[in-house]
């Protein structure tokens, strides 16, 4: 893992599909909220590879989805973030993603046990998380391994792309979530976590952009 001593953070404007209306009241997730989640991230996912095929065909050296260590300075959690592309032509240079369009859709609303879900709107590189857990990094810590794999104990070269988050940024009650290239998965049991974290409720919606550095 390389470590430096910060990042610019790019903007991340925000456009839309032709909306999909999926509006349910319900107790517990149905196969249509699952389902648009996983259309959500792969909608996502699709325009990210074909950006590190750009970036790929415009450098001498460079790879996609690089962990640092950006620092003690840094508001991610635990100073680690993924960077989505680095070039190494002339000395390391980040290069952020910016979708193009972003999946929209009506409101949601449900329950995770005894926890009230709501989600507005889950643009996948910039998810902010409302909560009233009391202890969040407790509540997240062992998610944050799994899926952010800070030790690489996953890592798998013939991968493409990675399936890990990409940073996470902690305030108070709020969390800044980029899920990266993770499946569907690891955002239900982000949920799950904060839920497990004795949260009375969870209110996800989508941002322009992502604290950085």
Same mark, same amino acid.
């Given at each position: 893992?390389?470590? &430096? ?19 349910? &009241? ?68 980040? &290069? ?118």
């Amino acid at each position: 893992m390389e470590k &430096i001593g910060g990042l610019r953070s790019g903007s991340y404007p925000t456009a839309s599909l032709d909306k999909r209306t999926i509006a349910v &009241i319900i107790s517990r997730m149905s196969n249509a909220v699952e389902e648009l989640v996983i259309r959500a991230r792969d909608h996502y996912v699709a325009q990210f590879r074909a950006f590190t095929r750009r970036q790929r065909k415009t450098c001498a050296t460079g790879a996609a989805e690089v962990k640092f260590e950006l620092g003690a300075d840094s508001s991610a959690y635990r100073g680690l973030a993924v960077v989505d592309f680095v070039r190494n032509d002339n000395g390391t240079e980040g &290069i952020l993603f910016e979708p193009d369009t972003v999946l929209t859709f009506d409101r949601i609303e449900g329950n995770i046990a005894e926890t009230v879900l709501v989600i507005e709107g889950l643009r996948w590189d910039a998810v902010s998380i409302s909560h009233d857990v009391l202890n969040v990094d407790q509540a997240i810590s062992t998610w944050f391994e799994k899926w952010f794999d800070p030790d690489e104990v996953n890592f798998d070269q013939s991968v493409d792309p990675s399936n890990c988050i990409h940073a996470v940024y902690i305030e108070t009650n709020e969390l800044q979530v980029d899920l990266g290239t993770a499946p569907a998965e690891a955002f239900w049991e982000l949920l799950d976590s904060l839920a497990s974290g004795e949260a009375s409720f969870v209110n996800v919606r989508s941002q322009a952009s992502l604290k950085g550095g």
